[in-house]
């Protein structure tokens, strides 16, 4: 997250605490419910519209690319491992 969203989320978090304030001190909290329902439905609205992109977005080549380089890898870590593994089983052991 940039540092400009995080500052404006909490500005806004700020603000509602303070209107939550005031709004326990005249006992009314109606205008608290509105933002709260407000706000709830722009983040259900950004989170569908975010859901959307990537779903369009989304490429099947990109996937199995990632699948290849991650077999590939987590093979030649095992392999690398393994020869790890008899280095320090023959330094432990050592000549008989």
């Known amino acids: 997250m940039s540092s400009r969203f995080l500052l404006a989320l909490f500005l806004v978090l ?4 303070c209107e939550a304030q005031q709004d326990e001190d005249s006992g ?3 205008l608290l419910d509105k933002v709260q329902e407000s706000l709830i439905t722009y983040w259900l609205s950004a989170r569908a519209a975010a859901q959307g992109l990537y779903q369009n977005t989304y490429l099947t080549s990109v996937d199995e690319k990632l699948r290849d ?4 890898s987590s093979a030649a870590m095992s ?3 393994g020869i ?3 280095q320090v089983l023959t330094l432990l ?3 008989e």
Do not use: H
């Open 14 to 17: 700020l603000v509602l605490g």
């Open 84 to 86: 790890f593994t008899d």
């Open 93 to 95: 052991k050592g000549e």
């Open 79 to 81: 392999t690398y491992a």
């Open 69 to 72: 380089m991650y077999s590939k």
């Open 28 to 30: 009314s909290s109606a």
